[in-house]
Each structure stands twice: as structure tokens, then as C-alpha cells.
């Protein structure tokens, strides 16, 4: 789907175009209509790579800290907002400031774009904006509620948008994704293919719309609280109609990743150093939890040695409980379990934006719901299945049918009397790393996992939502929705 040698070419290429100076760069699309530097074909990797840097590492890392993944050591005084809970509006300001300066400014831009000759058809590219956007949007809609939609990614033209209900949003991009899949297959003969420049798909325009139909599933599945059943199942009709299917691998990225400095996978680049792989100060201040490493052993699970790395003093897979108020002997980053070799695998390793783990286990809860066909169960232990390979795990699916076939609650389906709960609980354990985000926000939406335990330095209350970056609120009062640092563990999205 994509040579090694394109990869790096185009990998380089996005560098270049971000190394020659960010603002230069922003600047070309103030007029969408004008683009006086790019085009579709050099704008769409510097955009995926935004896009998938940032899933890889902020996002990746609140969620497994809010999922109960990852704790932090004794000796070092590193990650308290995780133990204490007290988000402000200068924590994971870049999770909403980089959506819409850099993701969006760069989509919007190759939506906008015509081709001054007319000589090339951008259809695909297009096409492939619009799916990312919805991916994206479903997740400041999750994270934050309403968030600027209608009137924004206008630049100049409105520089202080109006807030759309985070449900007309999801509506509106569940519609778009609805689209797109119509604008993928009826794209013009002479329509563009990205090939290489598509550093996610290679061009793959089927696989965008098994995105694209896997993304908007995700999102009806989300809304299974809000009584609208006849909604989510019309809108899994037309799925069905298009006839694409859902994803049926990982959908990763990889411009060509190496071990050269600023080429790094970014997931890996947070935890390793360039060309040696020492690790970085954050792989030695990123520990594994009890309750993570209870869950694996209880269950004789074999992801265990593949999620988490043995600890230097004995080499023993011990985790430990999110507080800033660890005792100093047994604790230390020495003592403790780390993240694992099952997902630090190199520095050239593809980056993870949705594992084909998710969308099985999203299947799995769509047809014990009734919204689509299909078996559960076969569903369920697929998603387990893939979790496993996706690891590394040796003799992955042979490994995977002696886990689920033991007669465990949350681990067998047939031992599980509530299938949902089962469905979350391994869900939780496949994203382990990987797209951790999502189990927070599984754990908000289902309350599952069950039992995962609140740090005793916080208010006794998860956080539902993340607020408004200080930044946004200073340019935008007028439009943005008023928040107190109370919000943060009642006001959760509109699926809740």
C-alpha cells in the first residue's frame, strides 16, 4: 500500500514544509481561494501527521492516566494533575489549540482548494479532510461538549466563532460521513489519487470508506444513552446501503519513520530518545497501576509482558497506586513495571489511530444493542483476538482462544452475565496504550470498567470533560461556554 521509499520522501517533504517556519506556513491559507505556496498534495501529510501526533501522545496519555493504566513513581514529583484531578484551562491546551490552528487550518485549506489550471480533480482529498475532521470533532465534542463548528476554520473572516451543541455536531458530521462515502465512489475519472502523499492509506480510497463508516458507527454507538434507537438504526441502514464495510486492520500512519531526531514515531519519540533509544525522562516516570496489572494476572493474561516491562529490580510486572504521596522504597521507577515492549516497538513503528481491536469491540456493543447484524460474541472474541496480535503476542490467536475460553467473568462472553460491562472491560484492555482516550471515555458513558479506583488526593469525583484552553477563553469570551473548575466532574457531554 506504501513503499518504504515514499514514505520517507514524503516524510521529509512534510519537515521541510513545517522547518521552513510555522507562520509562513499557516499564512498560506488566509485565502482559501488564493493558496499562494501549497497544494492538496503537500498539505495532506502535514495535516495526518498533526493529526496523528496528537492522538499519539497527549490524548494517549491523559487517557491512560485516566483510565488507570499509568501511574507515577516515588522518586519522581512528575504527573500530579493526574493523582489530584484539578484540571484548569492551561492543562491539554494543545489537545483543542492544535485541532483547530493546525489540523483543521489544513484541512479546511485543501477543502477550499481549487486547482487555478483546473486541470486536477481534488475530490480525494477532499474527501479524506472531511473524515479526519469527523474523527477529530468527535473527539472535542467528547472531551469538551460545544465547541466552535458552523463558523469555524474561517481564519481572518471570523476570528471569534460562535459554539454549536456538541449533538447538532455530531448529527452534522454523522451526515458528512454519510457523504463522503457518496463522494469517494462518485469521484471524477480524472480525480487525483493521493497515493503517497496519503500517509495513512497510501490512497487507498476503500479503505477511507471503511473509515469513514467505522467512525460514524463509533459515534452512533456513543449515543446509545440518549433514546434515540430509531435514529441510530436508520443511520446504520444507510451504512449498510453503501456497502463499504468497516475497517478490517489498525489504521495507522507512517511517513517513513526512522530513528533520526524529529522522525521518531511520535508515541515512541515521547518515551525513547533519538538514534539510541535510551529512554526519555517520561518512559522513566511512566509506571504501570495495581489495578492494570491485577486485571492481567488474575485473568492469566499473556498481554501482560507485551503492555507493561518488567521491572530492573527483580524483574517483576508491580504496579502501584496514582497518588503524589507514594512511600520512597518499593515505588521507585526501578521497582515498578513500565510501558511495554508490546507497544514501544521501535522508533519506525506505525502510529495507531484506530485499532481494528476498537472497531471489533465497537461491532460487539452495536449488535448486543440490536443496531446491526452479526454475532456478539464472535465480535467480542475477534476484538481479543486482534488486541493480541496487535501486541505481539507469540502464537497471538491460538494465545487469545485459551484467555477468552476460560470460564472468567468479563474474560469468557459466556461467563459474563452482563455483555456489555465484558465488552468495555476488555475493550479497556485493548486500548491499553493505544487509543486510551476512548476508555475514558467508554468509563464516563458505561461507568465500565467497574471498580477502577479514584486517587485519594482528588475531590472523590473522575473528571467528565477537559475545560476550555485559557487561550480560547481570552480571544473568544463572548462565544465561549462559562466553566467553573467544578464543571470539570458534572458537566459531560450530551451522550452521557
Not at 516515588?74 to 493526574?82: E, L
Not at 509482558?305 to 510486572?317: I, K, M, Q, V
Not at 460487539?364 to 465480535?379: L, P, V, W
Request: aromatic letters at 10%; a negative charge; glycine letters at 6%.
Amino acid at each position: 500500500m506504501k513503499t518504504n521509499n515514499m514514505k520517507k520522501v514524503i516524510y521529509i517533504l512534510s519537515l521541510a514544509l513545517i522547518s521552513v517556519g510555522c507562520s509562513k506556513f499557516v499564512d498560506v491559507n488566509d485565502n482559501p481561494n488564493n493558496p499562494p505556496i501549497s497544494t492538496p498534495s503537500l498539505t495532506l501529510p502535514v495535516a495526518q501527521q498533526d493529526f496523528a501526533a496528537l492522538n499519539a501522545r497527549t490524548l494517549t496519555y491523559l487517557g491512560n492516566f485516566l483510565a488507570v493504566n499509568w501511574a507515577t513513581p516515588s522518586n519522581w514529583q512528575a504527573n500530579a494533575i493526574f493523582s489530584r484531578y484539578d484540571f484548569t484551562s492551561q492543562d491539554f491546551a494543545n489537545v483543542f489549540e492544535t485541532s483547530y490552528a493546525d489540523i483543521f487550518k489544513n484541512l479546511t485549506y485543501i477543502e477550499n482548494y481549487e486547482d487555478p489550471s483546473g486541470a486536477v480533480d481534488y475530490t480525494n482529498y477532499k474527501a479524506i479532510s472531511t473524515i479526519i475532521k469527523g474523527f477529530q470533532y468527535q473527539l472535542l465534542v467528547d472531551l469538551y461538549g460545544d465547541v466552535p463548528f458552523t463558523e469555524a476554520n474561517l481564519r481572518g473572516e471570523n476570528t471569534t466563532p460562535a459554539y454549536d451543541d456538541g449533538e447538532t455536531i455530531y448529527k452534522t458530521v454523522i451526515d458528512n460521513l454519510t457523504d463522503v462515502v457518496d463522494m469517494i465512489n462518485d469521484a471524477p475519472a480524472n480525480a487525483e489519487n493521493p497515493g503517497g502523499q496519503d500517509i495513512i492509506f497510501g490512497g487507498d480510497m476503500d479503505h477511507w470508506v471503511e473509515f469513514a463508516n467505522t467512525i460514524k458507527l463509533r459515534m452512533l454507538v456513543r449515543m446509545s444513552n440518549t433514546g434515540q434507537d430509531s435514529y441510530i438504526t436508520s443511520q446504520v441502514g444507510l451504512i449498510n446501503a453503501n456497502g463499504g464495510g468497516y475497517i478490517m486492520d489498525d489504521v495507522a500512519s507512517n511517513p517513513g519513520y526512522t530513528s533520526d531526531e524529529n522522525k521518531q514515531n511520535p508515541f515512541w519519540d515521547y518515551f525513547r530518545k533519538p538514534a539510541t533509544g535510551d529512554e526519555q525522562n517520561r518512559g522513566d516516570f511512566t509506571v504501570a497501576t495495581t489495578t492494570a496489572i491485577s486485571f492481567l494476572q488474575n485473568n492469566a493474561d499473556p498481554r501482560l509482558s507485551r503492555l507493561y516491562a518488567p521491572s530492573r529490580t527483580g524483574s517483576a510486572f508491580k504496579g502501584t497506586v496514582q497518588s503524589t504521596a507514594l512511600p520512597g522504597t518499593g515505588f521507585t521507577s526501578n521497582d515498578l513495571a513500565k510501558v511495554g515492549p508490546g507497544l514501544l516497538k521501535s522508533a519506525n513503528q506505525d502510529q495507531i489511530i484506530m485499532s481494528l481491536a476498537e472497531a471489533l469491540f465497537i461491532q460487539a456493543e452495536a449488535a448486543q444493542r440490536g443496531y446491526i447484524t452479526g454475532d456478539a460474541k464472535d465480535f467480542y472474541e475477534m476484538g481479543v483476538e486482534a488486541s493480541f496480535v496487535q501486541l505481539g503476542v507469540e502464537d497471538a490467536v491460538e494465545e487469545a482462544e485459551i484467555y477468552y475460553t476460560q470460564p472468567i467473568k468479563n474474560v469468557s462472553w459466556d461467563a459474563s452475565p452482563n455483555k456489555i460491562e465484558a465488552i468495555i472491560t476488555q475493550k479497556w484492555v485493548a486500548l491499553n496504550g493505544t487509543s486510551s482516550i476512548e476508555s475514558w471515555i467508554d468509563l464516563t458513558r458505561t461507568g465500565f470498567p467497574l471498580g477502577l479506583p479514584i486517587p485519594a488526593e482528588s475531590a472523590g469525583s473522575r473528571p467528565v470533560r477537559l475545560l476550555y484552553p485559557a487561550s480560547e477563553v481570552s480571544r473568544n469570551t463572548a462565544n465561549v461556554p462559562k466553566l467553573t473548575a467544578a464543571d470539570v466532574f458534572t458537566k459531560a457531554p450530551f451522550w452521557k
